[in-house]
């Protein structure tokens, strides 16, 4: 299985992207897809995650009302649409496959990840 994560970018505060994650291999309608962020010197932490149906989300407070994670299963894609962004939101971004069936917000219940992708917001 090999993820694929594009979209980041320099954008100004207040600006909007759209991170997309392909995924290879696998069966991709079968997982939970997940996207995290790292900014220099933290750690990994959870932005948001989505059902295999794409029926349900979950995102952390920090993301809410701002982001939205979306899926096609017919692409074996899964996107982030960011808007409002702001200069704390600077990380790369990683998408990942969930482990189990859940929307999992640990590092832990994901089994692989895309090698991520550079967001910077300018202030």
């Known amino acids: 299985v090999q993820l694929q994560a594009s979209g980041g970018g320099l954008v100004q505060a207040g600006g909007s992207l759209r991170l997309s994650c392909a995924a290879f291999?696998?069966?991709?309608?079968?997982?939970?897809m997940g996207w995290f962020r790292q900014a220099p010197g933290k750690e990994r932490e959870f932005v948001a995650a989505?059902?295999?149906?794409?029926?349900?989300?979950y995102y952390s407070d920090s993301v809410k009302g701002r982001f939205t994670i979306s899926r096609d299963n017919a692409k074996n894609t899964v996107y982030l649409q960011m808007n409002s962004l702001k200069p704390e939101d600077t990380a790369v971004y990683y998408c990942?496959?969930?482990?189990?069936?859940?929307?999992?917000?640990?590092?832990?219940?994901?089994?692989?990840w895309g090698q991520g992708t550079l967001v910077t917001v300018s202030s």
């Open positions: 990942a496959r969930g482990r189990r069936a859940v929307l999992d917000v640990d590092v832990s219940g994901y089994d692989y």
């Open positions: 291999g696998g069966t991709f309608s079968s997982y939970v």
């Open positions: 989505i059902t295999r149906s794409g029926d349900y989300t």
